[in-house]
T-cell receptor, first 113, second 115 residues
Framework: AQSVAQPEDQVNVAEGNPLTVKCTYS??????LFWYVQYPNRGLQFLLK??????LVKGSYGFEAEFNKSQTSFHLKKPSALVSDSALYFC???????????FGGGTRVLVKP | DTAVSQTPKYLVTQMGNDKSIKCEQN?????MYWYKQDSKKFLKIMFS???????INETVPNRFSPKSPDKAHLNLHINSLELGDSAVYFC??????????????FGQGTRLTVV
């Protein structure tokens, strides 16, 4: 079985400060890892993914994530947060054996001006 | 130009009724999904279809019946609606390329409220 843990229900950060949203995963075989963002009353928007290659992945809106195989982590980062980054962030994993996405419980990010 | 579109956006209905949610994708993807997001925002897969064939059914009550008339459409029919079915239902699609899973694209969601 595959699973994702997002240990923080909410992350508060001041605008301009670095933002980190944590994610750890469990999956058989090579992981396919994704980050999505959900704004209120909206669907999920894809931010970035790790399939293979460089451990540091760059995505939309200045976000990046680092794949760490030994720690089974895929933390999302942004060097300088904006108020408009306030949203719900989901980490997801898919195993090579199938194409089911398993999501973490989500982390609410609140960026204060 | 919407990549994954689902209708209706809002659905309010009484217990015991039967309702359908429609989903269409114009991305040419071969795989479509239904996800349920509960009141705590937790997302869980319900079904997955690949080229019109059911490949994932995640212990969903058989009151829920997906139907895929072609690979661009995946509809969800729900019989005998219960209060606990109230949630936001998301349709999504993706493409498997060279044995790898690409990112899924999601619709805007259908907020189902059973009263």
């Amino acid at each position: 079985a595959q699973s994702v843990a997002q240990p923080e229900d909410q992350v508060n950060v001041a605008e301009g400060n670095p933002l980190t949203v944590k994610c750890t995963y469990s999956v058989s075989g090579n992981p396919y890892l994704f980050w999505y963002v959900q704004y209120p009353n909206r669907g999920l928007q894809f931010l970035l993914k790790y399939i293979t290659g460089d451990n540091l992945v760059k995505g939309s809106y200045g976000f990046e994530a680092e794949f760490n195989k030994s720690q089974t982590s895929f933390h999302l980062k942004k060097p300088s947060a904006l108020v408009s980054d306030s949203a719900l962030y989901f980490c997801a994993v898919s195993g090579a054996a199938g194409n089911k996405l398993t999501f973490g419980g989500g982390t609410r990010v609140l960026v204060k001006p | 130009d919407t990549a994954v579109s689902q209708t209706p956006k809002y659905l309010v209905t009484q217990m015991g009724n039967d309702k359908s949610i429609k989903c269409e994708q114009n991305l040419g993807h071969d795989t479509m999904y239904w996800y349920k997001q509960d009141s705590k925002k937790f997302l869980k897969i319900m079904f997955s279809y690949n080229n019109k064939e059911l490949i994932i059914n995640e212990t969903v009550p058989n009151r829920f019946s997906p139907k895929s008339p072609d690979k661009a459409h995946l509809n969800l029919h729900i019989n005998s609606l219960e209060l606990g079915d109230s949630a936001v239902y998301f349709c999504a699609s993706s493409q498997v390329k060279a044995g790898q899973n690409t990112e899924a694209f999601f619709g805007q969601g259908t907020r189902l409220t059973v009263v």
